[in-house]
């Protein structure tokens, strides 16, 4: 009996070790296109790839909320950026406008592991790495200053280490803020009160 035992806790393990060992393998999805959806934001967003849609969280940042159902997130948000919470939420706003202008009505490439990326919804969130026009859309929101280097980060399909790619991203948030893009437009601490 202990030997079938083994033999069985061995078996489960080769399977684990090679689902995990698949998972992160990185998947090119060509010619996706964007969903409107009421959920969509400047970091998560309905796609379509062929026949599968699904919602993609960017990896390596954090978009501004649009609204204020997520007070934790937004506290940290306004803190960090040192603007109030209209500004966080109007900023939210005009990140989901820039996904949704360069998304539209063109295909983009989809880099992604499958790797789950929990959310409010009920649809399937994975973590991505999006290309438009030969830019990733994470590097675009840090420049225009609607997002933070912040976030889930991975090993790039390139070969490009995270912990590289991480801090050339924090010189394009830092270019932005210099250049008072964005939530940066209005960055002052000193001003922001807690309404929490």
């Avoid at 306004?78 to 009505?105: H, P």
């Avoid at 280490?161 to 250049?179: V, W």
């Amino acid at each position: 009996m202990k030997i079938a035992c083994i033999a069985v806790l061995l078996a489960l393990c080769a399977l684990t070790g090679h689902a995990a060992e698949k998972k992160k393998e990185w998947s090119k999805l060509e010619g996706c296109r964007y969903l409107a959806s009421k959920y969509n934001d400047g970091d998560s967003f309905s796609v379509q790839c062929g026949q599968e849609k699904f919602f993609v969280r960017l990896y390596f940042v954090d978009s501004p909320e649009m609204d204020l159902s997520s007070g934790d997130r937004v506290r940290l948000q306004y803190e960090y950026f040192g603007v109030t919470t209209d500004e966080v939420t109007r900023a939210g706003g005009r990140a989901a406008d820039l996904v949704r202008d360069k998304l539209s009505g063109k295909p983009f490439i989809i880099q992604t592991r499958k790797a789950f990326a929990p959310g409010r919804g009920k649809s399937t969130r994975y973590y991505s790495l999006v290309q438009v026009e030969g830019k990733y859309l994470h590097q675009i929101l840090l420049s225009e200053g609607l997002a933070r280097n912040k976030g889930t980060i991975v090993a790039l399909p390139t070969g490009e280490k995270a912990r590289a790619h991480a801090e050339a991203l924090q010189k394009l948030e830092d270019s932005a803020k210099a250049s008072r893009k964005g939530l940066w437009a209005t960055h002052d601490p000193s001003k922001v009160k807690s309404p929490f």
